[in-house]
Each structure stands twice: as structure tokens, then as C-alpha cells.
């Protein structure tokens, strides 16, 4: 099971990758180093949303009808890519910006965490939505379709 989520992740990782970068040439008409970096992530995040997904889909949905399935799985893959791309979009703003962050485990610092994950998360959904909509919506129905069909 293990080798065909990570065959899966590899997959969709790449499918989101190239629908983000085809909308980001749609939507900006062009890409710079940011951008660059930021569809990495996307990819990366989209990657590791394709290796969790099958495991819960498998692990919870074995029983379930071919509906539900497909419904569990399209939840998945929005939600666990969403938050993983937030997630590694956070861990890269944090490299830089902690270098004029308060002291750590001050109430300060807590502070400081839970606005730059806040504004990352605002980045994502400004950004990062826009760019996957156009082309990335037909990957994850494709994907999730493939995985609740399999059994």
C-alpha cells in the first residue's frame, strides 16, 4: 500500500504542480523567483496531500460505497493539500522573518507565530487559490476519482 500512495503522491504532486504553474502563467502571464518558490511548495505540499490521502482513504473508506469514497477523498485532498502548502509556505517565511522575532516562549513570540501563520494563510488564499482553480479543480476530481474507484 505504501508503494502505490507514494507512486500516487508523486503523480499528483507533479498534476498539481503543472495546473499551478499553468495558472499562474494564465492569471500573472509570467513567473519570477518568488512565484518559483512558491509553486514548489505548492507542489510539495500537493505531494504529501497525494501520499496521506490514499492511507486514510483505504484505512477509513474500505467499506464505504464508491460515493463516499469519492466525496472522502475529494475532502482530502483539498483540505490536507491546503494545509500543507500553508504549512511549508509558513516554515519558509519563518526562515527569514525570525531573525527580528521577540525572544522565544514569550507571550510576544506566541503572538508573533499565530500572525505570520494567519498572513501566510491570507497569502494562500489571495494567491495560491487563484493560481490552482482554473486547472488544479479537475486534477483533484480526476485524482479522487481514481482513488475511490480502486479498492
Known amino acids: 500500500m505504501l508503494r502505490r500512495s507514494a507512486g500516487f503522491a508523486v503523480i499528483y504532486g507533479a498534476a498539481t504542480g503543472i495546473a499551478s504553474v499553468g495558472g499562474a502563467l494564465w492569471l500573472r502571464h509570467g513567473i519570477d523567483a518568488n512565484l518559483r518558490l512558491a509553486l514548489l511548495l505548492f507542489t510539495a505540499g500537493a505531494a504529501i496531500a497525494g501520499f496521506l490521502t490514499p492511507l486514510l482513504i483505504s484505512w477509513w473508506g474500505r467499506r464505504w460505497p464508491m460515493p463516499a469514497?469519492?466525496?472522502?477523498?475529494?475532502?482530502?485532498?483539498?483540505?490536507?493539500?491546503?494545509?500543507?502548502?500553508?504549512?511549508?509556505?509558513?516554515?519558509?517565511?519563518?526562515?527569514?522573518?525570525?531573525?527580528?522575532?521577540?525572544?522565544?516562549?514569550?507571550?510576544?513570540?506566541?503572538?508573533?507565530?499565530?500572525?505570520?501563520?494567519?498572513?501566510?494563510?491570507?497569502?494562500?488564499?489571495?494567491?495560491?487559490?487563484?493560481?490552482?482553480?482554473?486547472?488544479g479543480l479537475p486534477v483533484v476530481f480526476a485524482s479522487a476519482y481514481f482513488l475511490a474507484a480502486r479498492r
Open 69 to 135: 469514497r469519492f466525496a472522502a477523498a475529494i475532502i482530502s485532498l483539498i483540505l490536507l493539500s491546503a494545509g500543507f502548502h500553508t504549512i511549508l509556505l509558513f516554515v519558509d517565511y519563518i526562515g527569514y522573518y525570525v531573525q527580528w522575532w521577540p525572544p522565544a516562549f514569550s507571550l510576544h513570540w506566541a503572538f508573533t507565530i499565530l500572525t505570520t501563520f494567519a498572513g501566510v494563510a491570507f497569502f494562500y488564499v489571495a494567491v495560491g487559490i487563484p493560481m490552482l482553480l482554473p486547472l
